[in-house]
């Protein structure tokens, strides 16, 4: 079954702890992405990776960093997390033209304390 | 900065009734269109895309693109209580630094009440 898969769907931290949310996907995309969604502000992208050693900023990078050193993985790192990091977060990953659209994770729905 | 707006609703329609969501795009370069479904605490889900000026139809949705007005909807026909989910609509660019990237708006919230 072509899908993303996220680890783990929920996960609770303290501040300052690092933390690794794991992404895969199966379908051979060139593109993945991160995105965090909050209560009103919609998804907002944090990361995104055309394919593999290629990553950029999305638009609140902020605290997070990423690689990909493999086609099919794409992992968030938070290496010092804080309570503003707590957010539902969402992999997903598409073919790299703009007439595609995206395949999302399941979610991961993090909580730092 | 991209811009993608859509009413945040809520938007209540009654079982039978057709819904109609609504998103406008501030680049006039965007190229595809996209219409995903997102229950609360689901992931979201593609529902429709759309490239090309007009209506595309596909069972009881039917998303319309009018590029000239930056604007981009879709219609649910004889709306069901399961439809009520959130929507989101996503635009996407095929050139340059962007290319790749969709960019949503923030989602309005459908209930359908039987």
């Known amino acids: 079954e072509a899908q993303v898969t996220q680890n783990p769907r929920y996960l609770i931290t303290v501040t300052g702890k690092k933390l690794t949310v794991t992404c895969s996907q199966n379908m051979n995309h060139e593109y993945m992405s991160w995105y965090r969604q909050d209560p009103g502000l919609g998804l907002r992208q944090i990361y995104y990776s055309m394919n593999v050693e290629v990553t950029d900023k999305g638009d609140v990078p902020e605290g997070y960093k990423v690689s990909r050193k493999e086609k099919r993985n794409f992992p968030l790192i938070l290496e010092s997390p804080s309570p503003n990091q707590t957010s539902l977060y969402f992999c997903?990953?598409?073919?790299?033209?703009?007439?595609?659209?995206?395949?999302f994770g399941s979610g991961t729905r993090l909580t730092v304390v | 900065q991209k811009e993608v707006e859509q009413n945040s609703g809520p938007l209540s329609v009654p079982e039978g009734a057709i819904a109609s969501l609504n998103c406008t795009y501030s680049?006039?370069?965007?190229?595809?269109f996209f219409w995903y479904r997102q229950y609360s605490g689901k992931s979201p889900e593609l529902i429709m895309f759309?490239?090309?000026?007009g209506d595309k139809e596909d069972g009881r949705f039917t998303a319309q693109l009018n590029k000239a007005s930056q604007y981009v909807s879709l219609l649910i026909r004889d709306s069901q209580p399961s439809d009520s989910a959130t929507y989101l609509c996503a635009v996407g660019l095929d050139r340059g630094s962007t290319l790749g990237r969709l960019y949503f708006g923030r989602g309005t919230q459908l209930t359908v009440w039987p």
């Open positions: 997903a990953s598409k073919w790299t033209g703009g007439n595609y659209g995206y395949t």
């Open positions: 759309i490239y090309s000026n």
């Open positions: 680049d006039r370069g965007s190229q595809s």
